[in-house]
Every structure is written in structure tokens, then in C-alpha cells.
């Protein structure tokens, strides 16, 4: 699972979940969303031209071309160590998928918007007991609508108060990080 943020025409993919290689809370890939971006020499550098799909794939998709984004991901040796920057595209597939393929190795993954069900399943099989500084474990989906209300509300205001405290400490961006685990200076969905 990964926290898609924007700064300018930046994407970047930071790791919610992590694995043996990429742990959580690091960067997974970054692209560059805008079209018209200078090339070393300062002139504009050629956008890469959409993926042209078959028939058979254009009615699947409900396009006939996947638009991409020049980008770099991030590959790592289990532990994060030898961590390297690799060449890669960034591919929007309709309004609801996308894709990262790390170019020199041949590897692509293809991302959706989960449901809130496998978001709270992947939350809870990655270890996190607590969500967003609530002091209180995520509620179950099942459980009544008054309990999850109640538990958006919380987090809601853990996000203000977060975000009152960095105002004034005069920090200089402050919607740089939504909340700090209490027990670790770790930020989470920045």
C-alpha cells in the first residue's frame, strides 16, 4: 500500500506498508507529471508519448492510449541497504489504476484504490495498532456507524491539533507531516 502526494507537478509514492527491501514511511517512486519540463541543456526535453493499446485492450480500459510520466524508483537490498535510484515511467490507466516500471529491470506494478475494507485489512496485517495518533485501534467495518463516525472524528482532531502545534513552532510548511507516532520521531502520511 502506498500514500500518493503532490508537490507542484511531483508525484510521489511513499511506502504505507512496507517490505523486506523498501520498508514503510520511504519514498517508492517519484514521476514528474508535467509535460512541458526543461532537459539538462534547458530546452524542453520531449514528453514521452502515450501507449498505444490494442482493440481488444482499448475496450477493457475504455481508452486507446495510456498516458506516461518519466520518473525514478527506488530499489534496495533486503534491510534498505545499497539503495539506488532507477530510471522508470509512471502510467495512468483510466481514473482508477495506475503503474510504476522500473525500467532497467523489467519490473512493472500496477496500483488501484482499495476499498476501505482492504485498506483497514492491509493496515492491520502490516502491524499498526493505532491509526493516526487516536490512541484507539481502527474500528472494523462491521462495526455500527456511530463507531466510525467517532473514530474519523478522532483522528480528524489529532490532524488539527498536529497541525495548530507545527503553526507554532513556526514550522515552515506545516502540512509537511499529518501526525508523529507518539513512541518514535517517525512521520506518517506525509
Not at 537490498?77 to 483510466?94: C, D, S
Amino acid at each position: 500500500m502506498i500514500n500518493v502526494t503532490y508537490t507542484g507537478d511531483i508525484l510521489t509514492a511513499y511506502k504505507v506498508t512496507g517490505d523486506k527491501n523498501v520498508p514503510k514511511g520511504e519514498i517508492t517512486f517519484e514521476a514528474d507529471l508535467n509535460p512541458l519540463k526543461l532537459g539538462q541543456d534547458g530546452k524542453t526535453a520531449k514528453e514521452l508519448k502515450p501507449i498505444k493499446l490494442t482493440e481488444g485492450a482499448a475496450k477493457k480500459w475504455g481508452t486507446s492510449q495510456l498516458p506516461r510520466y518519466a520518473g525514478t524508483g527506488v530499489v534496495a537490498e533486503e534491510g534498505f541497504i545499497n539503495t539506488q535510484l532507477m530510471n522508470g515511467q509512471l502510467i495512468i490507466i483510466g481514473s482508477e489504476y495506475f503503474s510504476f516500471a522500473w525500467l532497467p529491470i523489467s519490473h512493472q506494478i500496477f496500483f488501484g484504490r482499495p476499498s476501505a475494507e482492504l485498506s483497514l485489512k492491509m493496515l492491520r496485517e502490516a502491524g499498526t495498532s493505532t491509526i493516526m495518533g487516536t490512541g484507539s485501534p481502527p474500528p472494523d467495518i462491521d462495526d455500527d456507524v456511530s463507531a466510525l463516525r467517532a473514530y474519523a472524528g478522532r483522528c480528524l482532531e489529532t490532524t488539527e491539533l498536529h497541525i495548530e502545534e507545527e503553526i507554532l513552532e513556526g514550522k515552515p510548511d506545516e502540512f509537511s507531516c499529518i501526525w508523529h507516532d507518539e513512541d518514535t520521531d517517525e512521520c506518517y502520511f506525509e
